[in-house]
């Protein structure tokens, strides 16, 4: 199978640079944020937004995990890396590599809705744009048009790169 890079370790390095400062100009007035990554690779995701927002933003930054099962979410219990209500009337920003069907995030934002935050925010590395569920992100790295058959392939790791398979 073919594959084409579509963003490379420097382009990548650059949205999430852009993505960090929006995040930041969104929350400006908050003293802490809740920074939530979709595991695994909306975890790696959320540590480089982190990393960034450490640098210059003033809020005090709460980096966690949430794991779901993405294909049947309903079949296994949602488990967080914190206290759950911990987050209530706070901002969270959830945040995962790829937004395809929206299904990951739906059920991942239902899940932290119930905690009732002050606002939630949604992260992606890439948008497909392929929704099933009523979904979007607030913030986006690259939005992509591509045919259901093909495949995103994000790789996080030495040389950080988007594939289009």
């Given at each position: 199978?073919?594959k084409?890079?579509?963003?490379?370790?420097?382009q990548?390095?650059?949205k999430?640079?852009?993505?960090?400062?929006?995040?930041?100009?969104n929350?400006?007035e908050?003293?802490?944020?809740?920074m939530?990554?979709?595991?695994?690779?909306?975890?790696?995701l959320?540590?480089r937004?982190?990393?960034?927002?450490e640098?210059n933003?003033?809020?005090?930054i709460?980096?966690?995990?949430?794991?779901l099962d993405?294909d049947?979410?309903?079949?296994?219990e949602?488990?967080c890396?914190?206290?759950?209500?911990?987050i209530?009337?706070?901002?969270v920003?959830?945040?995962?590599?790829?937004?395809?069907?929206?299904?990951?995030?739906v059920?991942?934002?239902g899940?932290?809705?119930?905690?009732e935050?002050?606002?939630?925010?949604t992260?992606?590395?890439?948008?497909?744009r392929h929704r099933k569920?009523?979904?979007?992100?607030d913030?986006?790295g690259?939005?992509?048009?591509?045919?259901?058959?093909?495949?995103?392939?994000?790789?996080?790791?030495?040389?950080d790169?988007v594939w289009?398979k």
């Amino acid at each position: 199978m073919k594959k084409s890079l579509i963003l490379n370790h420097k382009q990548i390095s650059r949205k999430i640079k852009r993505i960090a400062l929006q995040v930041q100009e969104n929350n400006f007035e908050e003293p802490e944020i809740y920074m939530i990554g979709v595991m695994p690779k909306g975890k790696v995701l959320a540590e480089r937004l982190f990393a960034e927002l450490e640098k210059n933003c003033t809020a005090k930054i709460h980096l966690q995990t949430l794991t779901l099962d993405k294909d049947a979410p309903l079949q296994k219990e949602i488990t967080c890396s914190f206290p759950v209500g911990d987050i209530k009337n706070k901002p969270v920003v959830l945040v995962d590599d790829v937004l395809n069907t929206g299904k990951t995030l739906v059920y991942a934002a239902g899940f932290l809705l119930q905690s009732e935050p002050k606002t939630l925010q949604t992260v992606t590395l890439v948008d497909r744009r392929h929704r099933k569920f009523p979904v979007r992100a607030d913030f986006v790295g690259l939005t992509l048009a591509t045919t259901l058959q093909e495949h995103i392939e994000v790789a996080f790791g030495k040389e950080d790169a988007v594939w289009l398979k």
